[in-house]
């Protein structure tokens, strides 16, 4: 019991002081890398869903990026490293990072496609897209 005690007023102080400070919770969580991927994902998520995606994309790589509708409403989630031995049909693309994205919940239909990982190489000065992996809702 005391050591639940602990870890809660542990984690309520680290979110009190990341509130205090400005930090938000995803730096707090995923840390200066992990954020820039998500606000990076974020922006592609507006931008794709404007048509209007194409200054992400690394240069010499064609995602499938299909229609803007497709990644209306998406959020960005999970950032990691590349993992290749999980992606191993990423592998040619080089990667540095990966992200998952969520529907939202009114387009959870049986049937539906949506850009559910996406993957970024890590340039001088940016993050860009190199792929696009398609899931279909179940």
Do not use: H
């Amino acid at each position: 019991m005391k050591r639940s005690r602990r870890l809660i007023a542990a984690s309520s102080a680290a979110v009190f002081a990341a509130v205090l400070s400005g930090c938000s919770m995803d730096l707090l969580i995923w840390g200066p890398e992990g954020t820039r991927v998500i606000e990076t994902t974020e922006q592609l998520v507006d931008a794709a869903a404007a048509g209007d995606a194409a200054s992400f994309v690394c240069e010499g790589y064609d995602p499938e990026m299909r229609e803007p509708t497709d990644w209306a409403g998406l959020s960005a989630e999970e950032p990691e490293e590349f993992v290749p031995e999980f992606w191993e049909q990423m592998v040619p693309l080089e990667p540095d990072w990966s992200i998952n994205l969520s529907l939202p919940e009114d387009r959870t239909q049986a049937g539906t496609e949506y850009p559910g990982d996406i993957f970024y190489q890590q340039t001088d000065d940016r993050l860009c897209l190199v792929g696009v992996v398609w899931w279909t809702v179940e």
